[in-house]
């Protein structure tokens, strides 16, 4: 089963705009990563946060992490038509291999 | 350096039958990952392979199956195909200490099961 519920399931803004998805999750974690696809072909890696961490910023990218409530945010800064994708979150269990994906959240960056 | 790359890209299969998918990891990864995608969804773990054992499991059943070589290459087979089985079929690698960070994809193999 999928661990991460992400919210919302469909996103459409204005280029330039800035973009929030929401990740919940189920159970204790070592780390939260966030992946895009483009058009239902192969995932790229966005950004790790691990359990201990609480916020971080990788470019136009800010992932916080809050481990009480489970839940994790992804927000681009002024976004482009270039970011038009879908976003999932992941997260990986303490002592396993694998993670588990949401659902994910399509965004539309419209130019 | 070339990524992780998958073949074929697109299958066409008929129920009852069998197939074989492809799989090398990025040059330096020796772990293996597949997952299954159906549309609309999430990607979900099928297994995992590190030094040509099966590591980790989802819960996908037996009629799944992999094998990882030892040039770290990797097979998914799926037997007695069923019509549910149509999804995107994604491996990824990855290296290193912690086989569950920073994982790269390949496209993806599209099965279609009629």
């Known amino acids: 089963s999928q661990q991460g519920e992400e919210d919302p399931q469909a996103l459409s803004i204005q280029e330039g705009e800035n973009a929030t998805m929401n990740c919940s999750y189920k159970?204790?974690?070592?780390?939260l990563q966030w992946y895009r696809q483009n058009s239902g072909r192969g995932l790229v890696h966005l950004i790790l946060?691990?359990?201990?961490?609480r916020e971080k910023h990788s470019g136009r990218l800010r992932v916080t992490l809050d481990t009480s409530k489970k839940s994790s945010s992804l927000l681009i800064t002024a976004s482009r038509a270039a970011d038009t994708a879908s976003y999932f979150c992941a997260t990986a269990e303490t002592g396993a291999n694998n993670l588990f994906f949401g659902t994910g959240t399509r965004l539309t960056v419209i130019p | 350096d070339a990524g992780v790359t998958q073949s074929p890209t697109h299958l066409i299969k008929t129920r009852g039958q069998q197939v074989t998918l492809r799989c090398s990891p990025k040059s330096g990864h020796d772990t293996v990952s597949w997952y299954q995608q159906a549309l609309g969804q999430g990607p979900q773990f099928i297994f995992q392979y590190y030094e040509e054992e099966e590591r980790q499991r989802g819960n996908f059943p037996d009629r799944f199956s992999g094998h990882q070589f030892p040039n770290y290459s990797s097979e998914l087979n799926v037997n007695a195909l069923l019509l549910g089985d149509s999804a995107l079929y994604l491996c990824?690698?990855?290296?290193?200490?912690?086989?569950?960070?920073?994982?790269?994809f390949g496209s993806g193999t599209q099965l279609s099961v009629l």
């Open positions: 159970t204790s974690i070592n780390n």
């Open positions: 990824a690698s990855s290296g290193g200490r912690w086989a569950n960070e920073k994982l790269f």
């Open positions: 946060i691990r359990s201990n961490e």
